[in-house]
């Protein structure tokens, strides 16, 4: 695994992004893992956070592209933070954008978004940006993958690839977040031990793709 992928890992459970317990996704499962990127809450952790999609954006798509999509309203941020990413790391210039921001007929699109569950949100999102203009949305960016079931037997992100012939990648996976922290010492605790795993695999083997 890269090393910016365990970083990104380790800043997640820092800010409190990523928790371990009992939740409800927005599909409606209930999840022993979370990912809320509404923690991120600083102008240092939302630097560090726009670097780490910088280079997930640039590993998928490049950066032959026009503008980075941020739905309102956990995505404007992110798109902020990112394009500022990579003008720094890069020396690209992408404008970003969201719900109510003009896009130019025409324009590349990469929507930049926290997590995708059920692939319910990009639903929302692929009208607005096209009630906006003659747009070619390309790709679509998250923070984690969470490698379940969308609506059908295969995986959110492989659907949405498939239904909206859109690019997807993540900075990391579930099953990179499992690896990096089982039975793994991290500031003195172990956060994932063997009974949160056997909690992961039921959720898994319940809402798991089926191959």
Do not use: W
């Not at 902020?80 to 025409?106: F, H, L, M, W």
């Not at 012939?165 to 956060?191: D, F, P, Q, R, S």
């Amino acid at each position: 695994m890269e090393a910016y992928k365990k970083e990104f890992i380790e800043f997640m459970v820092d800010c409190q992004v990523l928790k371990f317990g009992d939740f409800v996704t927005k599909s409606g499962r209930k999840t022993p893992f979370f990912v809320n990127t509404g923690f991120y809450r600083t102008g240092a952790q939302l630097r560090r956070l726009g670097q780490y999609y910088a280079e997930a954006v640039n590993n998928k798509f490049g950066l032959d592209f026009d503008v980075l999509f941020g739905p309102a309203y956990k995505g404007i941020p992110l798109s902020v933070a990112v394009t500022i990413a990579i003008s720094e790391k890069y020396g690209q210039d992408i404008r970003y954008c969201s719900n109510s921001s003009p896009i130019n007929d025409g324009d590349r699109v990469v929507i930049i978004e926290d997590v995708t569950t059920a692939g319910t949100s990009i639903e929302e999102t692929l009208p607005i940006i096209k009630a906006q203009g003659d747009v070619n949305p390309i790709g679509l960016v998250v923070s984690v993958d969470r490698m379940e079931r969308g609506k059908g037997t295969k995986s959110a992100l492989s659907e949405i690839e498939e239904k909206y012939g859109l690019k997807t990648t993540a900075i990391v996976t579930m099953a990179e977040v499992v690896e990096h922290l089982y039975n793994k010492e991290y500031k003195g605790k172990v956060i994932i031990d063997d009974k949160l795993k056997a909690a992961i695999d039921a959720y898994y083997e319940q809402y798991g793709v089926k191959e």
